[in-house]
Structure formats: structure tokens, C-alpha cells
């Protein structure tokens, strides 16, 4: 005998397809969600770690500039330091040179003139005074040139000075000083 199944078997089969469909559905649904939601924890958690590193790096480049401010600091102070050391090195170097400068004006200074002034910037030397005659004048100027120590002796006025005397002149002068390292070898 054979079954007939009279039972609407088609509305049936699509209730469960549809149920299937719908399961599926939900499934993907929920797997979705689940995803989206994986996806949303581990975009955070990137970011979070991204932000700790960028504090931790904004940490050390303000501990570095930090030190970079000392370094130059200490860099600036070193300079001064140095330059200290340059100025009195300069000064220690130069110290016999004050003595060999009066020695030679003394030296070259004829009878009958003296110095009433005498002003040095770096290595002219101005030089004022007074003369009993124009002559005691060039007599100064001559020894000067023929000095070892000094050199260019330039006359840039003379002047009657009749409260000195009948003949006496005031007179201005410019004289350059040799380099002292050159001249080490001649000293007296």
C-alpha cells in the first residue's frame, strides 16, 4: 500500500526553510556582532597602547630636552670659561710687554722732552708731551724708528708751548709696537 501524504507538505518544508534562513540569519547576526565587537576591543586596546607610547616618548624627549638645556648650559659656561682663560692667558703674554714698552721710551727718550700722556689701545700707542725745541722732537722720532720694539713712529701735532719755554712744543704722537714673538730672540 502506498502512503499519500495529503498533509500541504510545500507550506510545510518552507516553514522550516524559513527557520533555517532565520537561524542562519541569526547566527551571522550574532557572529557579526561578536566580531564587530572583537574588532572595537582591539582598535581600543591599539589605541590605548599607541597613547602610552606616545606619553612614555613625550616623557623622555622633555627628560632630554631637559639635558639638552643643561648641555648648553654648561657649554655657555665652558665658553665663558674658556675665554676667561684666553683673556688671561692674553694678559700673562702680554705682561712683559708693558715693562719692554716703558723700558723703550725711556730709552729713546732724548734730554729735554718728557711725556705728559701716554694711552694704549691694542698695540698703538698715543703719546703726548713736551719739547724744549722742534729738534728734541726729531731727536724722539728717531729714536723711536731705530727702536727694536717699536715701530712707525707717527707725529701728529706740534704745538708752541710758550709757558714751557721760548722754544718748548707740545706735541702728539703715534707709535706701533713689533710683535713681541718675533722680537723673543733679540731680548737684551
Given at each position: ?8 507538505w510545500?507550506e510545510?518544508?518552507r516553514q522550516?526553510?524559513r527557520q ?8 551571522v ?16 586596546y591599539?589605541?590605548?597602547r599607541q597613547?602610552?607610547r ?5 616623557e623622555h624627549i ?15 659656561r ?8 684666553e ?18 721710551l ?5 734730554d729735554?722732552?718728557?711725556?705728559t700722556?701716554l694711552?694704549?689701545?691694542g ?5 703726548e708731551?713736551v719739547?724744549e ?5 726729531s731727536?724722539l722720532?728717531?729714536g723711536l724708528?731705530?727702536?727694536e720694539w717699536l715701530d712707525s ?8 708751548a710758550?709757558e ?5 712744543a ?5 707709535v ?8 723673543e730672540?733679540?731680548?737684551?
Amino acid at each position: 500500500m502506498s502512503t499519500i501524504n495529503l498533509l500541504p507538505w510545500r507550506e510545510w518544508r518552507r516553514q522550516q526553510r524559513r527557520q533555517q534562513f532565520l537561524k542562519g540569519l541569526g547566527i551571522v547576526a550574532v557572529f557579526a556582532v561578536l566580531s564587530i565587537f572583537i574588532w572595537d576591543l582591539l582598535v581600543n586596546y591599539l589605541i590605548d597602547r599607541q597613547q602610552n607610547r606616545n606619553d612614555y616618548l613625550r616623557e623622555h624627549i622633555a627628560q632630554l630636552d631637559r639635558e639638552v638645556s643643561e648641555i648648553r648650559e654648561l657649554q655657555q659656561r665652558r665658553n665663558q670659561l674658556v675665554e676667561r682663560m684666553e683673556i688671561i692667558q692674553a694678559l700673562q703674554d702680554n705682561r712683559p710687554l708693558v715693562v719692554r714698552l716703558f723700558d723703550q721710551l725711556v730709552r729713546t727718550l732724548p734730554d729735554g722732552v718728557f711725556y705728559t700722556a701716554l694711552n694704549a689701545k691694542g698695540s698703538v700707542v698715543a703719546l703726548e708731551g713736551v719739547a724744549e725745541s722742534n729738534n728734541h722732537v726729531s731727536q724722539l722720532m728717531r729714536g723711536l724708528d731705530a727702536s727694536e720694539w717699536l715701530d712707525s713712529p707717527k707725529l701728529d701735532a706740534v704745538q708752541s708751548a710758550p709757558e714751557y719755554g721760548d722754544q718748548a712744543a707740545t706735541f702728539k704722537l703715534t707709535v706701533t709696537l713689533s710683535s713681541l714673538r718675533a722680537d723673543e730672540d733679540r731680548l737684551p
